[in-house]
C-alpha cells in the first residue's frame, strides 16, 4: 500500500503532465464550450510568496473546476515585467534591469512549476519582450491616430524620490504610491490618454458588473470616476469681455453667492490678478509659490485653516446683478470643472469657513427648517422635551454657528424661486439661466485623464519621433518594435528626464517624414499600459502579425473569470476597462467589458499582520512548499475560510491538510472492487454522501465557497473510511465510488495527490480531464424513518416520514391515512399524542 510521500508524487507526475499537456487549450477542432479563467499576472520582483500561493490558488480552483464541467479553459500565465521596482532594484544592485528580471521570472517559473496550477505554458508572456511591447506601441499608435492620446504641457505630479511623474491614481493621500514621498507638481509636456472621453461609458458600464464583481471595487470605481451633476453658470467679470463660468452642484444656491473664488494655480488667476495693485500681485505671487507644493488632498481639506489673496477684481451675479468680490485660494483646484468656484457660505462648509476666515458676508437661501414633500424634518424639542412650532425654532445663522446649512429645506431670499424645494429649485434655476444664456445644466468628473509618460528606461518606449521641421511625427507601424536600447552605458538614476535620452545612436534618427535629423520620445510608457490588454495578448502570443486575433477575441473574450488583488480595484482594473472600450470603437472587440467576473482574494497574513520582509514575519513561499508540498498548501489555502476573507498563517494547519491528503490517498489504495463494479450494488448511506456532494459542489465552487467543499470532502473520506473499517468493507461499489469522486473533486484542491489515486482506482492520467459525475437524483432525496400510527393502542398504519418531519404535519398525515380513517369509523376523537418522527398515538371516546 505505501505511505503518502508528497515528494514522491510530485515527482512522479510533473514530467507525466508536461508529456502529456493536458491544460493546453484550444486544440484544433475541440468542440467544447470555452472559458477563460485569468490570474493577474505577477510581478517579478524575488520568489513568489503566499499571496501568490493564494490568489493562484484560487484561480486554479476555477480552471480545473469548469474542466471537470466539460469546458476548454484557457488559463494562461505571463509576467508583468516592465516596471520601475524592476530598475529601482537594478540600480541598487548595478545590475541590468533586464538581467534581473529574467532572473526573477525563471525562479518564479520553477516556482510555479512546482506549485503546479493548471496553466496552459506554451502561452507563456512577458511584457518586457519585443515581440510583447511592440503591440503597446501598435496599441498608442492606434490611440494617437484617434486623438486618444496626446501631448499636453501641464502640472503634474512629481515624485522627488523617484525623480519620475506619476499618475493620479499612484498619488496615495498625497504621497507616492510606491516610495512614500510627499508629491509634488511640476510642469512638463507629457502623454496622456483621454480616458476622460469614455467617463460616462466607464461609469454606466459598472451597472452590469453589479454583483459579478465585488460591490466594494464596483464602489471604488464609481467614486473614483466621480460624476457630479449641475449646472455651469456665467458670470460677467467687471473689465474683462469674456465670463468666467463656475461648475456648481447646487446653482440654487445662486442668489447666496456671494464671492467668486479661483484657483491660485490656473491661468485664470494670473490673468485677474494682473489688474491688481503691486501689493496684491506680490502677496498673490507668493501665495502661488505655496500653494504650488500642495498636494490636492490637503488642498481640499475641509480642516485645514483656510488662506486666500483678494484680487481686487469683481464679478456680478446674473440672477441678481449684485457685485461680489473675487479671491484666489487653495480650495479651489485649477484642474476641476473650471478652476472656479461661485462661493456660497450658507450652504458650503468649505465656503464658509472662508467667509469666516475673511468676514465675508453669509446669506442664507434654503431654509433648512422648513419641511419639504418626501423628507421627514428632524423636529427639535425645547428644554421641557416638547416638540417645538416651526416659528419656535432658533433661528440658524451659519455665519455664528460656523455649520454650513446642507439639507434640503425651501428657497428663501432668492426671487422667483422662494418657496421651492431644493431639486425643483436647481430645475426652476437651470430653465431661468438656459432661458438668459447664461448658464446650462452640467457635469464633471472626478476623473483626469491618463498620464502615461514615465522618465524611467525599464519600460515600452513611446514611438514617437520629434522632428524640428514636421513635429510629432509617429513612428510607421512597419518599423515596430522601436527596441529598448541596451542599459550598459546609460545612467538609469532617476533625474528627472529619461535615462533614453542620453542613448546617442537610439535617441538620433532620420524623420519619417522629412529624412531630416529628429529625435525619438525619450519616454517609456506607464507600465498599466503593458497590463490593460495583455488579456487578449495570451490569445495568441506569438503571433507576429497583429497584437491579436479579433476572431479570437471573439471565440475566448471577455474574461469569464478574473482573480486578483483588491489592490487593483482602481487603476488597472480602470484602465483595462477603458482599452476595452476604444478597442470596441475601433471595431477589433465585439464586448466592452474585459472581466465578466471578478474575485478579489483576501491578504495572507501572519500573526495578524500583513507579512513583510521588514516586520521579519515573511513565512517563505519557498520553504513552505518545501515543508509540507504543494497539495497540503493548497489545502489549507482553500480551506482557510471563504477566498475573500483575510487569512493568518499562524492560525492554519499544512500537517493537518497533509494528513487528510494520506487518508484519502490510503483509501484509493485499499479499494478492492474492479472499475466495472455495479455502483446501484454499493452501500446506500456512503452513496447519498458521495452524490450529495456531487449535487452541491458545483453550486458551491460557482459561489467561491471552496473552503465548503474541502470540509465536505474531508466529511466524504470519513465516511468511506468508516465503510471500510467497520461498515461493508473495502470491496463494496459504494467505497470505490466515493474514492473515486474524492479523486476527482480533489484535483481542485490537490492535483498531485488527486492525480494519484485516481492511477491507483485503475485509470490513466489525467484526472483533471475526468467529466463531472451526475448526482443519483433518487440518492438525493432525504432518508425517511417509519412513523407507527396507533388507534387506540393497536397498530393501524405504517408511514415513511422525513427524519425532521414537524408533529402537526405528522398528525396530520395520520389523521388522513386510510387505515386510519377506517378504524377510527364513526368514534370521536379524544385525544392525539405525537412523538414525531415515530408514533401518532390516537385515542377514541369509547
Ligand atoms: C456652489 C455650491 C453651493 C457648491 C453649495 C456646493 C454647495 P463635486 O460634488 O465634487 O463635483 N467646486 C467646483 N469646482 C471646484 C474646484 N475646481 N475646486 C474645488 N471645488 C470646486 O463638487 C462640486 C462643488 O464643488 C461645486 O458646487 C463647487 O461648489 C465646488 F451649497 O458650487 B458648489
Ligand atoms: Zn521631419
Redesign the pocket.
Known amino acids: 500500500r505505501g505511505t503518502y510521500d508528497f515528494a514522491e508524487i510530485q515527482a512522479k507526475w510533473l514530467p507525466v503532465w508536461d508529456e502529456l499537456q493536458p491544460f493546453r487549450a484550444g486544440a484544433p477542432g475541440d468542440t467544447r464550450p470555452r472559458k477563460y479563467i485569468l490570474d493577474m499576472f505577477p510581478y517579478p520582483s524575488g520568489d513568489l510568496h503566499m499571496g501568490h500561493a493564494e490568489a493562484f490558488g484560487f484561480g486554479d480552483i476555477a480552471a480545473r473546476y469548469w474542466r471537470h464541467q466539460g469546458f476548454d479553459v484557457l488559463h494562461p500565465i505571463g509576467w508583468d515585467s516592465f516596471g520601475l521596482p524592476a530598475e529601482n532594484a537594478a540600480i541598487k544592485r548595478g545590475v541590468d534591469p533586464r538581467e534581473w528580471t529574467y532572473a526573477n521570472i525563471d525562479q518564479q517559473k520553477r516556482s510555479f512549476k512546482q506549485y503546479a496550477p493548471s496553466f496552459d505554458w506554451s502561452r507563456e508572456l512577458h511584457t518586457s519582450d519585443p515581440e510583447y511591447y511592440k503591440w503597446n506601441q501598435w496599441l498608442f499608435l492606434k490611440l494617437y491616430e484617434q486623438g486618444i492620446a496626446y501631448r499636453k504641457a501641464g502640472l503634474v505630479n512629481w515624485c522627488p524620490n523617484d525623480q519620475t511623474v506619476l499618475a493620479n491614481e499612484q498619488v496615495v493621500n498625497g504621497h507616492c504610491e510606491r516610495c512614500g514621498f510627499v508629491v509634488t507638481k511640476r510642469a512638463l509636456t507629457q502623454w496622456y490618454f483621454r480616458v476622460t472621453d469614455y467617463a460616462d461609458r466607464l461609469l454606466d458600464d459598472l451597472n452590469q458588473l453589479e454583483g459579478s464583481w465585488p460591490t466594494k471595487v464596483v464602489t471604488m470605481q464609481r467614486n473614483w470616476i ?1 460624476r ?1 451633476a ?1 449646472a455651469d453658470v456665467e458670470f460677467e467679470i467687471e473689465g474683462r469681455d469674456e465670463r468666467i463660468s ?5 446653482p440654487d ?1 445662486l442668489y447666496g ?1 456671494t464671492f467668486m473664488v479661483v ?1 491660485p494655480d490656473s491661468d485664470l488667476a494670473a490673468e485677474l490678478a494682473e489688474g491688481a495693485s503691486p501689493e496684491v500681485q506680490q502677496r498673490f505671487q507668493d501665495y502661488l509659490d505655496s500653494v504650488r507644493v500642495e498636494s490636492d488632498i490637503d488642498r ?1 481639506s475641509t480642516d485645514r485653516p483656510k488662506t486666500g489673496v483678494f484680487l481686487e477684481r469683481y464679478a456680478v451675479n446674473p440672477v441678481n446683478g449684485e457685485r461680489i468680490p473675487i479671491w484666489a485660494a487653495d ?3 485649477a484642474d ?4 472656479a ?4 457660505p450658507a ?2 462648509q468649505r ?1 464658509l469657513d472662508f467667509a469666516r476666515a475673511f468676514e465675508l458676508p453669509v446669506r442664507v437661501v434654503v431654509d433648512t427648517n422648513a419641511p419639504v414633500t418626501g423628507v421627514i424634518p428632524v423636529i427639535p424639542l425645547d428644554e421641557n422635551g416638547v416638540p417645538m412650532l416651526p416659528e419656535d425654532l432658533p433661528a440658524v445663522d451659519p455665519a455664528s454657528t460656523g455649520i454650513a446649512l ?1 439639507g434640503d429645506g425651501r428657497l428663501i431670499n432668492s426671487g422667483p424661486l422662494n418657496g421651492l424645494s431644493k431639486s425643483n429649485a436647481i430645475r426652476r434655476v437651470i430653465e431661468l439661466l438656459e432661458q438668459r444664456g447664461l448658464g446650462r445644466a452640467a457635469k ?1 468628473f ?1 476623473l483626469r485623464d491618463w498620464l502615461i509618460s514615465r522618465q524611467r528606461y525599464w519600460g515600452t518606449p513611446i514611438p514617437i519621433i520629434h522632428c524640428p521641421d514636421c513635429g510629432e511625427v509617429p513612428v510607421p507601424e512597419s518599423e515596430l518594435p522601436v527596441r529598448l536600447p541596451d542599459a550598459a552605458g546609460l545612467d538609469l538614476s532617476p533625474k528627472g528626464s529619461s535615462p533614453l535620452g542620453a542613448a546617442e545612436d537610439w535617441v538620433n534618427v532620420a524623420c519619417p517624414n522629412c529624412g531630416g535629423a529628429a529625435r525619438r520620445d525619450s519616454d517609456t510608457m506607464d507600465t498599466f499600459v503593458d497590463s490593460s490588454w495583455y488579456y487578449l495578448r495570451y490569445l495568441n502570443p506569438n503571433d507576429d502579425e497583429r497584437a491579436f486575433e479579433p476572431a479570437d477575441a471573439e471565440k475566448w473574450a471577455p474574461v469569464d473569470q478574473y482573480v486578483g488583488g483588491v489592490e487593483h480595484a482602481i487603476l488597472h482594473l480602470l484602465y483595462a476597462r477603458f482599452i476595452t472600450k476604444v478597442l470596441f470603437d475601433l471595431g477589433y472587440l465585439s464586448f466592452t467589458e474585459p472581466f465578466t467576473s471578478l474575485l478579489n482574494q483576501g491578504m495572507v497574513l501572519m500573526d495578524g499582520s500583513k507579512m513583510s520582509k521588514s516586520k521579519g514575519n515573511l513565512v517563505e513561499f519557498a520553504s513552505e512548499l518545501g515543508a509540507h508540498g504543494a497539495d497540503a498548501l493548497r489545502v489549507t489555502l482553500a480551506f482557510a475560510g471563504p477566498p475573500e476573507d483575510d487569512i493568518d498563517w499562524a492560525d492554519l494547519s499544512p500537517t493537518g491538510s497533509a494528513k487528510f491528503l494520506a487518508r484519502a490517498w490510503r483509501i484509493a489504495g485499499e479499494v478492492t472492487s474492479s472499475p466495472d463494479v455495479e455502483w446501484k450494488s454499493g452501500d446506500p448511506a456512503l452513496r447519498r454522501i458521495t452524490h450529495r456532494l456531487l449535487a452541491d459542489a458545483p453550486g458551491l465552487a460557482e459561489a467561491f465557497k471552496f473552503n465548503v467543499i474541502v470540509a465536505r470532502l474531508m466529511e466524504l473520506v470519513n465516511a468511506t473510511r468508516k465503510a471500510i473499517d467497520s461498515g461493508p468493507g473495502a470491496g463494496d461499489a459504494a467505497v470505490r465510488e466515493a474514492a473515486e469522486v474524492t479523486a476527482m473533486i480533489l484535483d481542485l484542491f490537490a492535483p498531485f495527490t488527486a492525480e494519484d489515486m485516481w492511477e491507483r482506482l485503475g485509470y490513466e492520467p489525467s484526472v483533471a480531464l475526468v467529466p463531472w459525475r451526475r448526482a443519483d437524483p433518487a440518492l438525493l432525496v432525504e432518508e425517511s424513518v417509519t412513523a407507527i400510527v396507533q388507534v387506540d393502542g393497536k397498530v393501524r398504519d405504517r408511514l415513511e416520514v422525513s427524519p425532521k418531519i414537524a408533529p402537526d404535519e405528522l398528525e396530520a398525515l395520520a389523521r388522513a391515512s386510510e387505515a386510519v380513517v377506517r378504524s377510527i369509523g364513526e368514534r370521536e376523537i379524544a385525544a392525539v399524542i405525537v412523538r414525531a418522527p415515530r408514533l401518532v398515538n390516537i385515542a377514541t371516546k369509547r
Open positions: 466621480g457630479s449641475g463656475v461648475f456648481t452642484t447646487r444656491t453667492a484657483a481640499l480650495y479651489v483646484l476641476y470643472g473650471h478652476g468656484i461661485m462661493a456660497v450652504h458650503d465656503d446642507t464633471n472626478r
